[in-house]
C-alpha cells in the first residue's frame, strides 16, 4: 500500500533518504577559524601537551647581498641566544626528559657544525671540541655552547679584519656563509624554546605543591 503524497514527511527526500532537519557541521577551514570555534561558550579548546615544543615560527630571512656587516650582526645575535640558552640550562632542577636531552644534543651539536662550516669559509682555524671528561649531559651542553660562543668572537674578528684589509670575498661564498650562520641560529632558538618548555613545566609544578 503506497502513502498517499499529502502523508508524506517533509524530511523524506525524493531519493528515499531521511535527511536530518539540523544541518550537519562541517570542518573549519583553517586553524585559526578552529581555534575560533573552540573558545565558544560550552566548547573547551583543544588540550597543548605539556611537553610540545614551539619551533621558530620562520627561519632567519635570507639577504641577497651580505656584507661583512650583516654577516657580523648575525653572529652577534647568535652569541647572545647562546647566552640565554646558557642561562637556562643553569636553571635549579632541571631534569630533562631522555627524548628532550637527545634532542637538544642534536640542535646543540648541529648549530655547532654549522658554526664552524662558517667560520672554516672565513677562513677561521678551528680547534677540536674539548669535552669535559665524565660531564653529565647539561655539563656537555654548556662545553658546545661555549665552543660556540668562542667561534664566534673568532668569526667576528676575522670580519673586521677582512673588511680593514679591503678583501672582498666571492658573492656565493658570502651567501654560504649567511645561509650556515642562518641554520646555527634557528637551532639555537629551537633549543631556547625547547628549554623554555621545561622550565615552565618545573615552575608550575613547584607551584602546585606550595
Request: a neutral charge; charged letters at 20%.
Amino acid at each position: 500500500m503506497t502513502t498517499p503524497p499529502d502523508k508524506i514527511p517533509d524530511n523524506i527526500s525524493p531519493k528515499g533518504g531521511i535527511e536530518s532537519e539540523k544541518p550537519l557541521s562541517q570542518p573549519p577551514s583553517t586553524f585559526e577559524s578552529y581555534m575560533q570555534e573552540s573558545a565558544t561558550p560550552g566548547r573547551s579548546a583543544p588540550a597543548v601537551p605539556a611537553n610540545a615544543t614551539q619551533l621558530p615560527t620562520s627561519p632567519a630571512p635570507i639577504n641577497p647581498h651580505p656584507t661583512y656587516d650583516t654577516i657580523s650582526v648575525q653572529a652577534r645575535t647568535i652569541q647572545d641566544s647562546l647566552g640565554t640558552v646558557e642561562n637556562q640550562l643553569n636553571t635549579p632542577n632541571l631534569k630533562l626528559k631522555r627524548s628532550q636531552t637527545h634532542l637538544l644534543k642534536n640542535k646543540l651539536q648541529d648549530a655547532n657544525g654549522y658554526i664552524r662550516q662558517a667560520g672554516a669559509k672565513l677562513g677561521v682555524e678551528a680547534q677540536p671540541l674539548k669535552m669535559p671528561p665524565g660531564a653529565n649531559p647539561i655539563g656537555r651542553f654548556l662545553a658546545y655552547i661555549g665552543d660556540g660562543q668562542d667561534k664566534l668572537l673568532s668569526v667576528q674578528q676575522k670580519l673586521k679584519e677582512l673588511a680593514a684589509e679591503g678583501n672582498e670575498m666571492r658573492p656565493g661564498d658570502m651567501m654560504l656563509v649567511q645561509v650556515k650562520m642562518g641554520q646555527a641560529q634557528q637551532e639555537v632558538e629551537y633549543s631556547s624554546n625547547l628549554l623554555n618548555q621545561v622550565i615552565y613545566a618545573i615552575k608550575t609544578i613547584l607551584n602546585t605543591q606550595l
